[in-house]
């Protein structure tokens, strides 16, 4: 069946360095991915996306690496504020106006 | 910047009992979206909507659900006989037309539905 997973369910990081949040999703047929940000008691909230035509995108503080060979997708974020502090979801689409199929989450923890 | 707005924030119903989720997407948004999540759990689809039909559901979306865009602005989603085990978040969101430039999915702040 469709999953999308992560390899790690918690991430500590020293405030200032470097974060990589890991995701695996097995549909090959997946076009766009997403990653979210969800803070405690509050929604889903946009950080990045990619295409599936693309391998690398930047945005300010993050960038996003999709790995079609091996179906892997990863967010790093460069110098990490305790602001940063959420859990990370991924989640991927395969047709357009399609629903979303979310990863477990990752929760990062950004110590000062 | 406009958002996505859900009401209530907190619901609390007994078993057996009927709850409607509201939500008032983006204004000019054309696909609309339920999920939900339990806490601890990640989120999961439940529902989509364009051009005021479902154009898929998950098998979490069973009879006892049924969603509805009954004035042009709201979209709500309906709880006919709740079970301790809809107690969860539930989040809608939507997407303007289809050939934007992201399909990025605007969420909602979510309702937090216990049902006790």
């Known amino acids: 069946g469709e999953s999308v997973g992560l390899h790690l369910p918690t991430l500590s990081v020293q405030e200032g360095d470097n974060s990589i949040i890991n995701c695996a999703y097995s549909?090959?047929?997946?076009?766009?991915f997403i990653w979210y940000k969800q803070e405690s008691g509050k929604g889903p909230q946009f950080i990045i996306d990619i295409r599936s035509n693309m391998d690398k995108r930047q945005g300010q503080r993050v960038t996003v690496l999709l790995n079609k060979t091996v179906k892997h997708l990863s967010l790093q974020i460069a110098a990490t504020q305790p602001g940063d502090s959420a859990v990370y979801f991924c989640?991927?689409?395969?047709?357009?106006?399609?629903?979303?199929?979310f990863g477990q989450g990752t929760e990062l923890s950004v110590k000062p | 910047e406009p958002e996505v707005t859900q009401t209530p924030s907190h619901q609390v119903t007994q078993m057996g009992q009927e709850v409607i989720l509201r939500c008032v997407p983006i204004s000019n948004h054309l696909y609309f979206y339920w999920y939900r999540q339990i806490l601890g759990q990640k989120v999961e689809f439940l529902v989509s909507f364009y051009n005021n039909e479902i154009s898929e559901k998950s098998e979490i979306f069973d009879d006892q659900f049924s969603v509805e865009r009954p004035d042009g602005s709201n979209f709500t989603l309906k709880i006919r006989s709740t079970k301790l085990e809809d107690s969860a978040m539930y989040f809608c969101?939507?997407?303007?037309?289809?050939?934007?430039?992201?399909?990025?999915?605007?969420f909602g702040p979510g309702t937090r539905l216990t049902v006790t």
């Open positions: 549909n090959s047929a997946s076009d766009y």
């Open positions: 989640a991927e689409r395969h047709n357009q106006g399609g629903k979303l199929i």
């Open positions: 969101a939507s997407i303007p037309e289809a050939g934007a430039s992201s399909y990025e999915q605007y």
